[in-house]
Nanobody
Framework: QVELVESGGGLAQAGGSLRLSCAAS????????MGWFRQAPGKEREFVAI???????YYADVVKGRFTISRDNAKNTVYLQMDSLKPEDTAVYYC??????????????WGQGTQVTVST
């Protein structure tokens, strides 16, 4: 019922910036919590940032102060602004939508992912 398409990934130098976008279609965008997650080779998927439909946000400690999640309900789009990038940020980044806000529901939706690579 909900389709998510990420874009904006690519190669960046350490200390640089990237902005990821996630375009959503299907059910009403504003009724979902939106989040960004990432997965590096050999590691489990981890959460990066979440913005609930009420507007509150939460960030993983390792990105706090460097990444910013935002959403534009009029455009059905969520963004992840990434500044001061580090090589440790290298991963496939996924956009997700959760009706409950927990991102653990089988009814949650996930995008295909976009690769972010940060060089030294």
């Amino acid at each position: 019922q909900v389709e998510l398409v990420e874009s904006g990934g690519g190669l960046a130098q350490a200390g640089g910036s990237l902005r990821l976008s996630c375009a959503a279609s299907g059910r009403t965008f504003s009724s979902y919590a939106m989040g960004w997650f990432r997965q590096a080779p050999g590691k489990e998927r981890e959460f990066v940032a979440i913005k609930w439909n009420g507007g509150n946000t939460y960030y993983a400690d390792v990105v706090k102060g460097r990444f910013t999640i935002s959403r534009d309900n009029a455009k059905n789009t969520v963004y992840l602004q990434m500044d001061s990038l580090k090589p440790e940020d290298t991963a496939v980044y996924y956009c997700a939508a959760s009706a409950s806000g927990s991102f653990s529901d089988p009814d949650d939706y996930w995008g295909q992912g976009t690769q972010v690579t940060v060089s030294t």
